[in-house]
């Protein structure tokens, strides 16, 4: 079936660059997402891509997609305390009415 | 601003003491998701309403219920809530189920079964 993998930690320094990754199994997939989600919070969505685009930069937020390996990644760059969160990687199937499939997130820390 | 609203943020209940979540939107969306997310786990899909068509998970336990009256609103009912059913319950809506329409979570119902 399909999975989604994430490491689960990742601590920075404010104002360094985030990198945060993810690996999938679905080869059908078609949208890669990111959702932030904050303590007690529900789940934000960041920013998406589509599976025929390499790259996607939305202000400080740059998604890198590598289909033939999938591997997906999202850098914050000047990462700040306030991007401290989990961050969920999340797939979709090419079939509509498909679940997205989530990974265990990846929490980032930011200190000061 | 908030999209989609859900009720109550935090819900404590008894052992198989039935309860109800509530979900709202004011996107007009289509299709609204119901997802359990337990501590440290990422969220699961319990069912989904495309319009008024119910959709279930294959594994979504029995006494896990849902009704839409209308394209507003979206409860989730549990009949009979077991210590294990503590978890973050999330709604989330998309304008319709194809793949290329991204989800919109609310913030959640933390629910605390005693």
């Known amino acids: 079936g399909e999975d989604v993998e994430q490491s689960l930690f990742l601590s920075v320094r404010e104002g360094d660059s985030s990198v945060i990754n993810c690996t999938y199994t679905d080869s059908s997939s078609t949208y890669l997402y990111w959702y932030k989600q904050e303590p007690g919070a529900g789940l934000q969505l960041l920013t998406y891509?589509?599976?025929?685009?390499d790259m996607k930069q939305d202000q400080r937020l740059t998604v890198l997609l590598n289909k033939k390996d999938k591997h997906l990644s999202l850098r914050i760059a000047d990462t700040q305390t306030g991007d401290s969160a989990i961050y969920f990687c999340a797939e979709k199937g090419d079939q509509a009415g498909t679940a997205l499939i989530f990974g265990k997130g990846t929490t980032l820390s930011v200190s000061s | 601003d908030a999209m989609v609203i859900q009720n109550p943020r935090y819900q404590v209940t008894q052992f198989g003491k039935p309860v109800t979540l509530s979900c709202s939107q004011t996107?007009?969306?289509?299709?609204m998701y119901w997802y359990q997310q337990k501590s440290s786990q990422a969220p699961k899909l319990l069912f989904h309403y495309y319009d008024k068509d119910f959709n279930n998970e294959a594994d979504t336990p029995d006494n896990f219920q849902s009704r839409r009256p209308n394209t507003s609103f979206c409860f989730l009912d549990i009949r009979s809530p077991g210590l294990g059913d503590t978890a973050m319950y999330l709604c989330?809506?998309?304008?319709?189920?194809?793949?290329?329409?991204?989800?919109?979570f609310g913030d959640g119902t933390r629910l605390s079964i005693l």
């Open positions: 989330a809506t998309s304008r319709s189920a194809t793949v290329n329409q991204p989800q919109h």
């Open positions: 996107l007009n969306h289509n299709v």
């Open positions: 891509i589509f599976s025929n685009m």
